[in-house]
C-alpha cells in the first residue's frame, strides 16, 4: 500500500498563485507514475498534469498548460503543482494520485489516492 499525503492548498485571489506537494510513503515499483487531478463541486473528477518517474515525462491538461508545473524530487519520492495565474474556474479539491506504470490521464488508471487540499481561487 502507498500512502500519498498532499499539502499546500489554499485560498487565493485571481491571478495568485500556489505550489501544492505529495509525498509518497515508499517507493515500491522501478516505474511509476505520480500525478494530479482535481474536482469541482458537481463535476467529475478530471487530469490536470503527471509526471512518469522513469524517464520524468510530463502530461498536462489543455486547460492547465502554460499555467501549472509538474516537478518531482526523486529523492523524497514527492511531486509538486507550481500553479501560476490562477482563475476562479480552478476552484477544485486537488488530488495527488500514483500508479505502477508510465502516466497517463485517465482517472481509472491510478491505483493510490491522497485525501485531497482544497484549492479555492477568489475573482
Known amino acids: 500500500q502507498v500512502h500519498l499525503v498532499e499539502s499546500g492548498g489554499g485560498l487565493v485571489q485571481a491571478g495568485g498563485s500556489l505550489t501544492l506537494s505529495c509525498a509518497a510513503s515508499k517507493r515500491t515499483f522501478s516505474n511509476y507514475a505520480m500525478g494530479w487531478f482535481r474536482q469541482a463541486p458537481g463535476k467529475d473528477r478530471e487530469f490536470v498534469a503527471a509526471t512518469s518517474w522513469a524517464d520524468g515525462g510530463t502530461l498536462y491538461a489543455d486547460s492547465v498548460k502554460d499555467r501549472f508545473t509538474i516537478s518531482r524530487d526523486s529523492a523524497k519520492i514527492a511531486v509538486f503543482l507550481r500553479m501560476i495565474s490562477l482563475k476562479p474556474e480552478d476552484t477544485a479539491v486537488y488530488y495527488c494520485?500514483?500508479?505502477?506504470?508510465?502516466?497517463?490521464?485517465?482517472?481509472?488508471?491510478?491505483?493510490?489516492w491522497g485525501q485531497g487540499t482544497q484549492v479555492t481561487v477568489s475573482s
Open positions: 494520485a500514483a500508479r505502477s506504470a508510465g502516466a497517463t490521464e485517465f482517472v481509472g488508471d491510478y491505483q493510490w
